[in-house]
């Protein structure tokens, strides 16, 4: 399967932004989705991931009540509803695809799709 990130851009605190993870190949449904970010200089980190149907879902504690992830197995995609944002949510995010379950770990994931551009200003 091949991955997409779209939706980033440029917004001030307290906005909002929604990004797409679009999905092409087939059996998207049996995929285990997640969302990363990179600021610049520091490491990779998760952001959250999504089950194959929806039914498990981990955030990391820093978008707790701020972001929603969620996915449309019927038209191969993700997505990430990011509200109240903050400066500290600039990075480059990506999404990552496997069949194996949620978790907030970056490794191992066997798809990863180039990432998108989000910067929050003050």
């Known amino acids: 399967v091949q991955l997409q990130a779209s939706g980033g851009g440029l917004v001030q605190a307290r906005d909002s932004l929604r990004l797409s993870c679009a999905a092409s190949?087939?059996?998207?449904?049996?995929?285990?989705v997640g969302w990363f970010r990179q600021a610049s200089g520091k490491e990779r980190e998760f952001v959250a991931a999504?089950?194959?149907?929806?039914?498990?879902?981990l955030y990391a504690d820093s978008v707790k009540g701020r972001f929603t992830i969620s996915r449309d197995n019927a038209k191969n995609a993700a997505f990430l509803q990011m509200n109240n944002m903050k400066p500290e949510d600039t990075a480059v995010y990506s999404c990552?695809?496997?069949?194996?379950?949620?978790?907030?770990?970056?490794?191992?994931?066997?798809?990863w799709g180039q990432g998108t551009q989000v910067t929050v200003s003050s």
């Open positions: 990552a695809a496997d069949r194996f379950g949620v978790r907030r770990s970056s490794l191992g994931w066997d798809y």
């Open positions: 999504i089950s194959q149907r929806g039914d498990n879902i």
């Open positions: 190949g087939r059996f998207f449904s049996t995929y285990t």
